[in-house]
């Protein structure tokens, strides 16, 4: 399983990548791995608005369907359209395959969320 440090990450397998009050947030590679070979991504509206925990998007593979949560609440900037043609982006480069920028609404929030360290130690333990 690949990390990346400097990343925030969520229980639901989600990271966050913050810059000056706006997030990038995808599904992490241990997330892209259970899920298997990635074959469609739902994405929201563009100026969309969610608190944290809501459900902003869908990642079907052949497995599964699973909801992406939004680790925290914020207004969708840009959606990452390369996704809608090119899903598997996901499984070859999960941390450069961003699926939302958000405006940050509560910055407060982000010191809810695992850093590195703490997420590879919740990973072992789910395995």
């Known amino acids: 399983m690949k990390t990346i440090p400097g990343l925030l990450y969520s229980n639901d397998h989600e990271w966050i990548k913050v810059e000056d ?3 990038y947030i995808g599904i992490t590679d241990y997330a892209q791995h259970a899920l298997g070979e990635i074959v469609y991504v739902e994405l929201p509206e563009v100026d969309s608005e969610f608190k944290a925990g ?4 869908v990642t079907e593979s052949v497995k599964a369907a699973s909801d992406s949560y939004l680790p925290v609440s914020g207004k969708v900037l840009e959606v990452n359209e390369e996704l809608s043609d090119s899903p598997q982006l996901i499984n070859e480069d999960p941390y450069g395959s961003w699926m ?3 405006e940050l609404s509560d910055e407060t929030e982000l010191e809810q969320l695992m850093n590195e360290g703490q997420y590879q130690e919740f990973c072992g333990k789910e395995e």
Do not use: S
């Open 100 to 102: 939302v920028l958000i």
């Open 21 to 23: 009050g706006k997030a």
């Open 54 to 57: 809501d459900v902003f998007g």
